[in-house]
T-cell receptor
Framework: GNSVTQMEGPVTLSEEAFLTINCTYTATGYPSLFWYVQYPGEGLQLLLKATKADDKGSNKGFEATYRKETTSFHLEKGSVQVSDSAVYFCALSDIYNQGGKLIFGQGTELSVKP | DTGVSQDPRHKITKRGQNVTFRCDPISEHNRLYWYRQTLGQGPEFLTYFQNEAQLEKSRLLSDRFSAERPKGSFSTLEIQRTEQGDSAMYLC???????????FGPGTRLTVL
């Protein structure tokens, strides 16, 4: 079945450092890919998404490119801020084959120090 | 657009009791999803509705769990005879059929003593 694997955390960075959080997926169809973020004490928020191969999703300085050849959707940001400290979840959804339910990775906790 | 709301936000109950949670989706969304999230894990799919029809249930959803969406608007998730293993955050999300982006509510945190 479909699955998502994320790099384990926690990831601790200094402010203005470069961020990469790895995400790979297994899917039989043509899924859409998502990054959701969960700030402390808050609900899940959509950060960015990509719906087909080679699409790049971007938001708030974060980017991720849908790579079908490597089945990856790595999250990157050039310069992190303390306010980016949160848990980041990679997810996929195959609306044509699985009704659109989201399959999540286990999450990666990011801590950014001043 | 007021977003997805869930009620209650927190619920503490004793083992063996029944609990019911409510989710109000974004008004024009016809799909509604329930997920469960335990500490340190990503959310796991439980069930989803398109309008009032329940189209899929996960194997995680034992017979003690039941969900309804009677008029295709709000939904309820009931857990009967709660067990300590049911302690988790229960999340609701909604989406239109196309596009497929799901928007999440704040969740209901259940603690079973």
């Amino acid at each position: 079945g479909n699955s998502v694997t994320q790099m384990e955390g926690p990831v601790t960075l200094s402010e203005e450092a470069f961020l990469t959080i790895n995400c790979t997926y297994t899917a039989t169809g043509y899924p859409s890919l998502f990054w959701y973020v969960q700030y402390p004490g808050e609900g899940l928020q959509l950060l960015l998404k990509a719906t087909k191969a080679d699409d790049k999703g971007s938001n708030k300085g974060f980017e991720a490119t849908y790579r079908k050849e490597t089945t990856s959707f790595h999250l990157e940001k050039g310069s992190v801020q303390v306010s980016d400290s949160a848990v980041y979840f990679c997810a996929l959804s195959d609306i044509y084959n699985q009704g659109g339910k989201l399959i999540f990775g286990q999450g990666t906790e990011l801590s950014v120090k001043p | 657009d007021t977003g997805v709301s869930q009620d209650p936000r927190h619920k503490i109950t004793k083992r063996g009791q029944n609990v019911t949670f409510r989710c109000d989706p974004i008004s024009e969304h016809n799909r509604l999803y329930w997920y469960r999230q335990t500490l340190g894990q990503g959310p796991e799919f439980l069930t989803y509705f398109q309008n009032e029809a329940q189209l899929e249930k996960s194997r995680l959803l034992s017979d003690r769990f039941s969900a309804e969406r009677p008029k295709g608007s709000f939904s309820t998730l009931e857990i009967q005879r709660t067990e300590q293993g049911d302690s988790a955050m229960y999340l609701c999300a909604s989406s239109s059929t196309m596009p497929d982006t799901q928007y999440f509510g704040p969740g209901t945190r259940l603690t079973v003593l």
